[in-house]
């Protein structure tokens, strides 16, 4: 069992960060810090296997216990295959809308007679050292989210955390909201009972309910925590980078507008 997987299912309120650069010295570079996991972003990037493998590597590298979580395109077994076979500690999948593609992610994930996955040696061997010991062992190993983003993916939200296999819910805040018709209405009580279902559906099966947040100031973080999420992927790296730039842009600004002081004379 990987480091992530026990600590969400130990309910110990991991913390993650997005990543969407995909270059394996960002991934090396964060994974050095006191996280729990990375999640690399291929839905919405320009990332291919060979790049996932170098930034797997890159974590790997680096010290510490963080993980690293890949989130795929879709649900699509050849995809999720190629994928775990490099050795990453997790998938999360976007737009499960049922129970019974909950269960085809599971299946996509294990080897036979529990799933599809096809048998062969790869990173996640050791290149064919330890296969037999991986083969026997990995089922159920990879920690395996399911993300619910759409309506039909809400309404059926308990059903979907039931399946067995399935480690945690997370929730996409934005797909969900464009979904019901209220895109960007974070701070509406229609949106936030919404939300509040899918923890409380995810809660109802036993299984941890993470989320994103990409605002790391304020009390945004303490809002999600207090709305009963387990987990958290907070800040996306792009955002943190020009984020952190406009700060520099902003004191510079205010430093060029600094009268000169007696001391500078």
């Not at 291919?48 to 170098?54: H, K, Q, V």
């Not at 997790?90 to 599809?116: F, K, Q």
């Not at 009390?219 to 999420?229: C, H, K, L, N, Y």
């Amino acid at each position: 069992m990987t480091h992530i997987k026990d600590a969400i299912e130990s309910a110990d309120n991991p913390l993650g960060t997005w990543i969407s650069v995909g270059h394996p010295t960002i991934a090396e570079a964060t994974a050095q810090l006191d996280l729990d996991f990375l999640l690399v972003d291929m839905e919405h990037t320009t990332m291919d296997l060979e790049t996932i493998e170098s930034m797997a590597r890159g974590v790997d590298a680096a010290p510490g216990d963080t993980d690293m979580i890949v989130r795929v395109p879709w649900n699509d077994p050849v995809r999720l295959k190629r994928v775990i076979d490099i050795g990453v500690a997790g998938v999360m999948v976007p737009m499960v809308g049922s129970a019974e593609e909950a269960e085809e992610l599971v299946r996509a994930l294990r080897y036979p007679p529990d799933g599809i996955r096809g048998i062969a040696g790869s990173r996640a061997t050791r290149y064919g050292k330890n296969f037999k010991e991986y083969v026997t062992s990995a089922n159920g190993s990879i920690l395996t989210i399911a993300q619910i983003e759409t309506e039909r993916g809400m309404e059926n939200a308990r059903e979907v955390a039931a399946v067995e296999g399935i480690d945690s819910l997370f929730v996409g805040p934005a797909d969900l909201s464009g979904s019901l018709g209220m895109f960007a209405e974070w701070d509406s009580e229609e949106f936030d009972e919404a939300v509040q279902s899918i923890i409380d559906d995810g809660h109802a099966a036993d299984v941890p309910v993470g989320t994103l947040t990409t605002d790391i100031g304020g009390d945004a973080i303490e809002s999600r925590v207090e709305q009963g999420f387990d987990f958290l992927i907070a800040g996306k790296d792009v955002a943190l980078l020009m984020d952190s730039v406009e700060v520099a842009i902003d004191n510079y600004a205010q430093a060029l507008d600094k009268p000169v002081s007696a001391s500078d004379d």
